[in-house]
């Protein structure tokens, strides 16, 4: 399974996904930390704008710490998607460097 924050998150409980000020217990940890999950799938549009957002950095930094884990040598890291692919996926219709080009 992956990670997709913005279709994982009940928005009109809030201070429960966040886990009541305990990061811990946050859905996005919870999720993230899971065996099951493979990877981290950022979403981003023209401008990148997740990557100005305190939870998305520090998905970003989940990330990090569980690539780097000894015990989740199967997590996969973290994915960027944009309308024109994954970046650092190659496809035969895209690569990597067009993708970030058009970012």
Not at 17 to 42: D, I, N, V
Not at 59 to 84: D, I, P, W
Request: proline share 1%; glycine share 4%.
């Amino acid at each position: 399974s992956y990670w997709i924050c913005f279709l994982s998150n009940n928005q009109w409980k809030i201070s429960e996904e966040l886990g009541r000020g305990q990061w811990q217990e946050s859905s996005f940890y919870k999720a993230l930390s899971h065996q099951s999950c493979e990877a981290t799938c950022m979403v981003l549009d023209d401008k990148a704008l997740p990557l100005t957002r305190s939870w998305c950095l520090f998905e970003v930094l989940q990330t990090y710490r569980l690539v780097h884990a000894e015990e989740r040598s199967n997590f996969e890291g973290l994915f960027f998607c944009a309308k024109e692919g994954v970046i650092g996926f190659q496809e035969e219709s895209s690569s990597s460097y067009d993708v970030t080009i058009a970012l």
